[in-house]
């Protein structure tokens, strides 16, 4: 399973990945967990992992890796063991370093600034040597789309192993202090899709409920969906947005939806042909 988690600054991507990790721990998905993150976050995230997660992490750079090596038979990997070890990107990508983690298979991968791995460099290949070598890949930046079509299907591709191996995107903006749910809607459809929308009636509300081990809430979402008609602009995808198409009802199939989700796309249509829309001013 492949994840980019594309928050704009200051929504908590760290946490969003940490509790993601912790979920696969919990389900003993993800006993093996490589962090890779720029140099300056590494005792950031260790130290946010085990405050608010209470999960234990081991930054490892050249000293504590020879200290590692030192300790294990020489035939033997000095990553064997469970645990989550956090390295910068570009200790990662040494080629020393990147051979010994490209033998082994781990359980998750988190890539923190993914978007720095979306070129032709050796960080980027270092990721994707290593999202191949991954059950689970966690990609967090906040700027995924650089306006350059061809990084951003790297950075998509990351671990992709096939048609079964979708991307999942997830991506949550923020309201304005004072700003309404329905302003908040229609400015962010300008900002990613160019369409000035008319926000319609409340399509679907739903609660997504997520129980741990013990029958205990462990996250609780809530999904809103609006029917929207546009007004104005010209449709084109923004820097949060992979592509922006308009669609026919019949083509759906083609997208892979789930049943919810398409089930709330026909009960949009279905509203749509009976809504009165504030006539237009001419």
């Not at 270092?126 to 191949?132: K, T």
């Not at 741990?212 to 809430?217: A, K, L, N, Q, T």
């Amino acid at each position: 399973m492949r994840i980019l988690l594309a928050d704009e600054v200051g929504l908590g991507k760290t946490m969003a990945a940490g509790l993601a990790i912790a979920e696969l721990t919990a389900r003993d998905l993800a006993a093996r967990v490589l962090l890779l993150t720029p140099a300056g976050l590494r005792d950031q995230w260790r130290a946010e992992l085990g405050h608010h997660l209470r999960m234990a992490a081991e930054v490892v750079d050249a000293r504590v890796l020879a200290n590692l090596v030192r300790d294990v038979p020489a035939d033997r990997s000095p990553w064997l063991g469970s645990g989550c070890r956090i390295l910068s990107l570009d200790f990662a990508k040494q080629p020393a370093v990147l051979r010994s983690l490209a033998q082994e298979t781990w359980d998750a991968l988190v890539i923190d600034e993914a978007h720095t791995v979306s070129g032709d460099s050796q960080r980027a290949a270092a990721a994707r040597a290593l999202a191949l070598r991954s059950r689970f890949v966690v990609l967090l930046t906040a700027t995924p789309h650089n306006g350059i079509p061809l990084s951003f299907r790297k950075l998509a591709s990351l671990g992709f192993h096939g048609d079964r191996d979708p991307l999942v995107w997830i991506r949550r903006g923020r309201l304005e202090l004072g700003e309404t749910l329905e302003a908040g809607l229609a400015r962010e459809m300008l900002e990613e899709t160019g369409l000035v929308v008319e926000v319609g009636p409340v399509v679907d509300v739903f609660d997504r409920i997520m129980l741990d081990p013990e029958r205990r809430v462990r996250y609780h979402y809530v999904l809103i969906d609006y029917l929207c008609r546009p007004v104005g602009g010209a449709l084109a995808h923004g820097s949060d947005v992979a592509a922006a198409e308009l669609v026919d009802p019949a083509d759906l199939e083609r997208f892979r939806l789930t049943p919810k989700a398409t089930a709330v796309i026909e009960r949009a249509f279905d509203i749509a042909r009976t809504h009165t829309w504030r006539a237009r001013a001419r």
